[in-house]
């Protein structure tokens, strides 16, 4: 139900895009975030879009585990999945993450934490200059280096698997 003090999230398609494999969950707290910059529609947009790169056998792990699940050993994400992870963050979100940054991040609650302190980071700092519009195809060339990495790893494990 909504009250006067809870708005409604407002439809947004280029965030519905970008967050079209999480949840319909994640999209609301994502659109409610925008408004309201709530922490709770933080946490919940953060673990939504965790739980879309974690492996489906895993994601009962994420409402079960908490704070204290680490990223590797108990939800399966390698290092450039983390990558991808951030790559959406990035997208969704006013923050930007060094690659430097990623490797202090060992469980779920690093992340929540880690992304909370870089959002308020960016609401506070000075607003920089609107990038041009051809810098789009670098996000572009970032994510088809994943894809095609992914795929030679996955035939590397086949390869891997016939020996």
């Not at 680490?70 to 399966?76: K, M, Q, S, T, Y």
């Not at 609650?109 to 909370?116: E, L, R």
């Not at 970032?142 to 795929?151: K, L, M, T």
Request: glycine share 4%.
């Amino acid at each position: 139900m909504t009250t006067a003090s809870t708005p409604t999230p407002q439809d947004d398609p280029a965030l519905r895009e970008a967050l079209k494999r999480c949840s319909p969950a994640t999209y609301y707290a994502a659109c409610k975030f925008r408004q309201t910059a709530s922490p709770e529609d933080l946490r919940v947009l953060v673990t939504g879009v965790i739980e879309r790169f974690v492996e489906r056998s895993n994601r009962g792990a994420i409402a079960a585990g908490g704070d204290a699940l680490r990223l590797r050993e108990d939800l399966g994400l390698d290092s450039l999945t983390m990558m991808e992870i951030v790559m959406l963050a990035e997208e969704v979100l006013p923050l930007t993450v060094a690659n430097e940054e990623l490797t202090q991040l060992h469980t779920l609650g690093d992340v929540q934490s880690f992304i909370a302190r870089k959002v308020a980071e960016a609401r506070s700092a000075p607003r920089p200059a609107p990038a041009p519009a051809g810098d789009d195809w670098e996000v572009s060339l970032v994510r088809d280096h994943i894809h095609h990495i992914r795929q030679l790893e996955a035939e590397a494990a086949a390869r891997a698997l016939k020996r």
